[in-house]
């Protein structure tokens, strides 16, 4: 395990889809090696990212180094992964400690396993493993729905490492078959100017003496894929199929066995058409309420400043009118109340009509 992997778990704890306390489990006991141990400042800043208070660990080596073997005595990931706080459990036959032994060419997952962990990371072990339709069952039966699955393989060069390389194209199959989302992928690469090695070489003389001659300027650069996959859907496994999507059969059991591919209405993508169909349903719902309630709340506008505009008008003509009225009133007041002489007075002065109706003083 490389210090590459340390800005990935960073970018994709940032994205979320790393809760904290998640139950990881590595295909293959890791260990650290010498750039990994080497990164304190990447693996200070991976345990902020996943709130840790704590000083890592000392990945200190347990035994003698070797220069045939470069991991010889090489700290376990397991430190690395528990001091993030994570549930930690690995697949192996090697005798590390607390792993599971499963053979990845047979066996299948235990049940009280099957969609246990959060993290299944495949740090460079499938490569070595001639069953890779098992192999990737496996990883696919551990992982829990919205679980990732961290895949850091070769994909060119170093040609007798391992039994098997892989290409971007593997993974987008095996996604379409499962409907995995990739939640990342990128390429690297280790070493530009790598030759044959010796090994190869001399085997290659034995059948073409003028291999050595021939392969001595021979490079090749040595990659790598690095892909995050996350299990969308909790449906078993379907192997990947290396045909056009849409492509059909007319064979009933590959049409079962590949359904995911081979049955365009049931497959992920329609899933997925439809999930965004419905989605589109909702929203044209949602904005066509939106803009009921927008015309309900111009209409409750329209009505409030209608009520407005009365009662400013209304209070307007209160006022113009209020003198009007209370003059009236007075006038009627001082006429009920005044005293005979005072009305027999102004009758006289303003000549008011109906004097000669009046009794005589």
Do not use: C
């Not at 139950?23 to 991976?46: C, H, K, P, Y």
């Not at 969609?115 to 551990?142: C, M, W």
């Not at 003509?317 to 003198?323: L, M, N």
């Amino acid at each position: 395990m490389g210090a590459s992997t340390l800005p990935l778990l960073m970018a994709l704890k940032r994205r979320g889809y790393i809760p904290n306390g998640s139950a990881v489990i590595e295909i293959g006991a890791q260990q650290l090696d010498e750039s990994f141990v080497g990164a304190t400042e990447d693996i200070a800043a991976t345990g902020r990212f996943f709130g840790v208070t704590t000083p890592p660990p000392s990945f200190a080596w347990t035994g003698p180094r070797s220069d045939t073997n470069v991991l010889a005595g090489a700290p376990l990931a397991r430190e690395f992964w528990t001091w993030l706080g994570l549930n930690y459990a690995s697949i192996d036959i090697d005798g590390s400690p607390g792993s599971i032994p499963l053979d990845l060419n047979y066996d299948e997952v235990p049940a009280e396993l099957v969609g246990r962990y959060d993290i299944v990371t495949n740090f460079g072990t499938t490569e070595h493993v001639a069953n890779q339709l098992q192999s990737f069952k496996i990883i696919h039966d551990l992982a829990a729905a919205g679980a990732l699955m961290l895949h850091v393989l070769p994909a060119g060069g170093m040609p007798n490492h391992g039994l098997v390389s892989y290409n971007p194209k593997f993974f987008w199959m095996l996604g379409r078959s499962n409907g995995y989302k990739i939640a990342f992928m990128t390429m690297g690469q280790s070493q530009r100017d790598a030759g044959l090695p010796d090994d190869l070489v001399e085997f290659l003389a034995l059948y073409e003496p003028r291999a050595k001659s021939e392969f001595a300027a021979y490079t090749m650069p040595a990659t790598s894929v690095v892909v995050a996959l996350q299990k969308v859907f909790d449906t078993p496994f379907v192997a990947p199929l290396d045909v056009p999507t849409g492509t059909t059969t007319e064979h009933a059991a590959l049409r079962e066995r590949y359904w995911s591919v081979l049955k365009p209405d049931l497959s992920f993508q329609a899933r997925e058409r439809d999930l965004l169909a419905r989605i589109k349903e909702v929203y044209s719902r949602e904005q066509s309420l939106a803009a009921k309630e927008a015309d309900l709340a111009r209409r409750k506008r329209d009505i409030y400043e209608r009520e407005q505009f009365v009662a400013v008008h209304e209070w307007t003509r209160y006022i113009i009118f209020a003198p009007v009225r209370l003059s009236y009133r007075l006038r009627r007041w001082l006429y009920a109340h005044a005293p005979p002489w005072l009305v027999a007075l102004k009758r006289k002065v303003f000549g008011v009509a109906g004097v000669k109706s009046d009794p005589p003083g």
